[in-house]
DNA sequence: GGATTTTGGTTTATATTGTAAACTAATTTA
DNA sequence: TAAATTAGTTTACAATATAAACCAAAATCC
């Protein structure tokens, strides 16, 4: 039997889980690619990257392109830490 | 770019999956083994036990060991196919 | 043999989350 | 110049997760 570690409930979220997924594999991403690639609302979005960005799992870059908001998000070392380590516990329960 | 799948919220929780994960394996646990193996409460499981069964994942029967209440849990069928379609899923964000 | 603890749970209250809807502000487009 | 689109943020509400409080029976202690 596999002891059941803790998952990072910051992590253990549909569409945080999937913007760490995308940020992992690209470093960087902006707003509007995350939300196509993942099918969020921009809410829901705007929120759940502020909560990755608090924990220190990623950073957010505020800019323009041209005369438009562009948010561009960054995966951080602690947060290629944190992903690693909850895939880990994860597979505890699934393999 | 993997198409990140929609994840059952029933199995998308960490005491939930773990008792799933345990279930897919032995077949059927008592409450105070899940318990144990899970490091939940007693409280917390016995809500979470009722919302799998409430959605047919697993059956529960009560009885009697001696005097005392025993508490089983099967995975059911429907049970065990949620587990490997939520697996499957995972993969996609975490492989 | 009465009080206390333990076992095996359930119920309930609360805190945390997740999410959509409503909103803002600037920018195109018609 | 009015309407629609873009790029988000804020906010309100519903759903979840969890621990604390509770219950009843059985076992243990004094």
């Given amino acids: 039997m596999p002891d059941f570690k803790h ?3 910051l992590l253990h ?4 889980l999937a913007v760490m997924s995308i940020l992992v ?3 960087s991403a902006e707003f509007v690619y995350l939300k196509e690639q993942t099918n969020a ?3 829901n979005l705007s929120v ?3 909560k990755l960005s608090a924990a220190g799992y990623i950073q957010v870059e505020k800019s323009f392109k041209g005369k ?3 948010t561009t998000c960054f995966i951080t070392k602690q947060g ?4 690693e380590d909850y ?3 994860l597979r505890g329960y699934i393999d």
């Fill in 7 to 9: 998952l990072d409930p």
């Fill in 80 to 83: 290629i830490k944190a992903f």
């Fill in 48 to 50: 759940q990257i502020e």
């Fill in 25 to 27: 594999s690209v470093q």
């Fill in 68 to 70: 438009r908001p562009l």
């Fill in 87 to 89: 895939v880990k516990a």
């Fill in 13 to 16: 979220s549909q569409l945080r």
């Fill in 41 to 43: 609302t921009a809410g």
